[in-house]
């Protein structure tokens, strides 16, 4: 099992930036992604971001490209998403999973964190 526990979640204003953390602890050495998701009031959950664990390989949502970095530190075991120019509309609960199944863009992960709120406003 792995366990998964974002923060860096808050306020900030349209755009202001924000780094959320995602600490992994557990079975670390069988993580392979670590990925970004989020979900809006009274919206479907949706993809952000995802990285292979060595980092190689990231993947964005259209709609957080250039804005949006993920990134990840081995020897922390923590993986991180760095928001740039942030909007209104990027107002969700953001989760970090694991253990994605399917396409890149997928929304089917086997471990899931809390999720932290993350609040823009205009």
């Known amino acids: 099992q792995v366990q998964l526990v974002e923060s860096g979640g808050g306020l900030v204003q349209a755009g202001g930036s924000l780094r959320l953390s995602c600490a992994a602890s557990g079975r670390t050495s069988s993580i392979n992604d670590m990925a970004w998701l989020r979900q809006a009031p009274g919206k479907e959950r949706e993809f952000v971001a995802t990285t292979t664990w060595n980092g190689r390989i990231t993947y964005y949502a259209n709609s957080v490209k250039g804005r949006f970095t993920i990134s990840r530190d081995n020897a922390k075991n923590t993986a991180y998403l760095q928001m740039n120019s942030l909007k209104p509309e990027d107002t969700a609960v953001y989760y970090c999973?694991?253990?994605?199944?399917?396409?890149?863009?997928?929304?089917?992960?086997?471990?899931w964190g809390q999720g932290t709120q993350v609040t823009v406003s205009s």
């Open positions: 999973a694991s253990g994605g199944r399917g396409r890149p863009d997928s929304l089917d992960y086997n471990y």
